[in-house]
């Protein structure tokens, strides 16, 4: 437009669509159950002391609902009209602390109140407004929001008042048309594994109580006792002040304590956190030759089904579980690759942790609007390397430490009169180890996820044998071979359409390329990954190489070859196939 020309105003506004609704609902949610917990949330910061939580009619699909109620202050007309009803505004973003207590807010993305669209096509809200004559409901049929053409601003949603008993206060909402199956044990159970873990279970909130009402449907549902904690083989609490001062304490079922500081070489920006971890031995005969401690096997039974329900690392931010971290499959520390390499790291089935978080001191550790996870940023990853240095570097040490004893007196005791020990009872310490090995169930490979095919488990299981047999050079062969169709698997994914990357010509037969060759297109072709697989590759590249060295001089030559068990350790074997294993699945 020209300077001469003459402009007329003319207003233009947005036009909602009502089909915002189910994407901020049930496309955003795409987890049943983190909506329910986002509505216990809301409950919270409302002030209530209790949630009651009840499934209606699961066995019958067309009259199932699910109702949830409080006893917090309830919502007054103002609530619901400038809050509730506005879609836009996350209101407590920036409230740290709610308005009629001192507890932390817990709700932040506004997500809460289009949480029961994800779940049911139709939903009550019944409040009683805490101080007020008057009580509120309204009805959401979420279908008209689907209808074509449909505006959020023009779609009226059936609301009235009334008169409501003295004294009453809260609110209730209940969800009908239920969109998922409820009906099933194990979907219940999942349900109430996450309303329990909604809180520390080492340490469950003395002013909010969760009432699962359907609980006593559910069959074999295990809640963790007080004594399951008092029971850990060793615990050990870290805390990270000032970004660099990681402080300690560890203690042991024996009673034994240690309390220190660890200075870390790189300050961690994540803030203020802190860290507790339980490890556990799963049978007395572990029990008793680490720590010559033994419990009543109903304790030993409880803790194995404990672990098998509630095992890993979550985490929390202000007493509130942050989903899918700790989950059964979701191994965020890394800690079952880390476990390959070293036998005194813990892994998933042996441990309870919690990792504490707060929105004051841990600003930049954001959740995903779907509330799915957290943002990956370098912060998270910094807090990512504080729970790994604690486990690492510290629980390791400590737990080494207390156990070197054991072996001290073990060695000590086969020395013969003259301080020498003999070719024979070189052999019976050799026997004996390997057969320690055995009975606690240690492998030399024991990856976890899926192969990409059944054969892998039979190469396997063969380079296990080896390793028990005593025979380390087969044994590392035969990890060879499963490295190499691995990478060649791996390259085949990724790089469906470009065959010259994994395969060869030779004698004008294709076939798959050398473990030389595929290592060099993995290290070539390995920016061409996501980010995170990227990382992986990276990590386990010098260990590749080394095979891939070693490999040929071992093969041709009589007198390059393995003694001893201990040799493999060199190539991070295990280490190598599991992070393999992990590329292969995620991609």
């Known amino acids: 437009m020209n300077n001469n020309e003459i402009a007329e105003s003319i207003p233009f506004r947005f036009k909602v669509s009502g089909n915002i609704i189910k994407k901020f609902g049930e496309e955003s949610i795409t987890n049943k159950n983190i909506a329910v917990l986002e509505i216990i949330k809301n409950s919270y910061d409302a002030g209530a002391s209790k949630v009651d939580i009840l499934l209606k009619h699961e066995d019958i699909p067309e009259y199932a609902s699910i109702e949830i109620s409080d006893d917090g202050e309830g919502m007054t007309f103002s609530d619901l009209e400038n809050k509730w009803m506005n879609i836009a505004t996350p209101n407590k973003s920036k409230q740290l602390f709610g308005k009629k207590n001192n507890r932390p807010v817990v709700g932040e993305k506004g997500i809460g109140r289009l949480s029961s669209e994800s779940l049911g096509k139709e939903t009550l809200l019944t409040t009683y407004p805490q101080g007020e004559n008057k009580g509120y409901e309204i009805k959401f049929n979420w279908e008209k929001y689907q209808k074509q053409d449909s505006l959020v601003g023009e779609i009226i949603n059936d609301g009235k008042a009334f008169v409501k008993t003295k004294g009453k206060h809260g609110t209730t909402i209940s969800i009908n048309q239920l969109k998922h199956n409820w009906n099933e044990q194990n979907t219940q159970k999942e349900l109430l594994r996450d309303i329990y873990l909604l809180n520390p279970p080492n340490k469950p909130l003395k002013d909010f109580k969760i009432n699962s009402k359907f609980h006593q449907h559910v069959k074999?549902?295990?809640?963790?006792?007080?004594?399951?904690?008092?029971?850990?083989?060793?615990?050990?609490?870290?805390?990270?002040?000032?970004?660099?001062?990681?402080?300690?304490?560890?203690?042991?079922?024996n009673g034994k304590r240690k309390k220190g500081a660890l200075p870390l070489v790189k300050s961690l920006s994540c803030g203020d956190v802190s860290f507790e971890l339980f490890f556990y031995y799963r049978r007395n005969k572990e029990l008793l030759k680490n720590l010559k401690k033994e419990l009543p096997s109903i304790e030993i039974n409880e803790i194995n089904e404990i672990l098998d329900e509630y095992r890993g690392i979550k985490l929390y931010r202000d007493n509130f579980r942050v989903k899918p971290y700790g989950d059964l499959r979701n191994d965020w520390v890394e800690l079952e690759i880390a476990s390959q390499n070293n036998s005194m790291c813990p892994r998933n089935n042996q441990i309870l942790g919690m990792v504490h978080i707060n929105k004051s001191k841990n600003p930049k550790i954001i959740d995903t609007t779907t509330r799915e996870g957290v943002i990956f940023t370098s912060e998270f990853q910094d807090l990512i390397s504080f729970v790994k240095t604690s486990i690492l570097e510290l629980f390791i040490d400590l737990r080494s430490e207390e156990e070197s004893e054991k072996k001290k007196a073990?060695?000590?005791?086969?020395?013969?009169?003259?301080?020498?020990?003999?070719?024979?009872?070189?052999?019976?310490?050799?026997?004996?180890?390997?057969?320690?090995?055995?009975?606690s169930g240690f492998k030399f490979l024991d990856i976890k996820g899926e192969?990409?095919?059944?054969?892998?488990?039979?190469l396997e299981k063969e380079a296990n044998d080896c390793y028990d047999y005593g025979l380390p050079n087969a044994a590392f062969f035969l990890s060879r071979k499963l490295i190499e169709n691995l990478i060649f698997n791996i390259l085949e994914k990724q790089f469906k359409s470009e065959e010259e990357i994994w395969w060869e010509k030779k004698d004008n037969i294709n076939q798959p390329k050398s473990l030389s060759a595929l290592i060099k297109s993995l290290e070539q072709n390995r920016k061409r990954f996501k980010p995170n697989i990227a990382r992986y590759i990276d990590n386990i590249l010098p260990n590749l190489n080394k095979i891939r060295n070693d490999v040929n001089p071992m093969a041709h030559n009589l007198h390059n070859y393995l003694e001893k068990r201990e040799d493999l350790s060199q190539y991070k074997i295990s280490e190598t196939i599991q992070i393999l294993a992990h590329i292969w699945n995620i991609l």
């Not at 805390?239 to 660099?244: E, I, Y």
């Not at 005791?413 to 019976?428: F, M, P, Y």
């Not at 192969?451 to 039979?458: C, V």
Request: hydrophobic share 30%.
């Open 220 to 253: 074999d549902f295990k809640k963790i006792r007080k004594s399951f904690f008092t029971n850990a083989a060793y615990s050990l609490k870290t805390k990270l002040t000032k970004g660099n001062i990681l402080r300690y304490e560890f203690c042991t079922l």
């Open 410 to 439: 073990r060695k000590k005791s086969l020395r013969t009169t003259n301080g020498k020990i003999s070719k024979k009872e070189v052999l019976q310490v050799v026997h004996s180890e390997i057969q320690e090995e055995k009975s």
């Open 451 to 458: 192969y990409p095919q059944s054969f892998y488990d039979l």
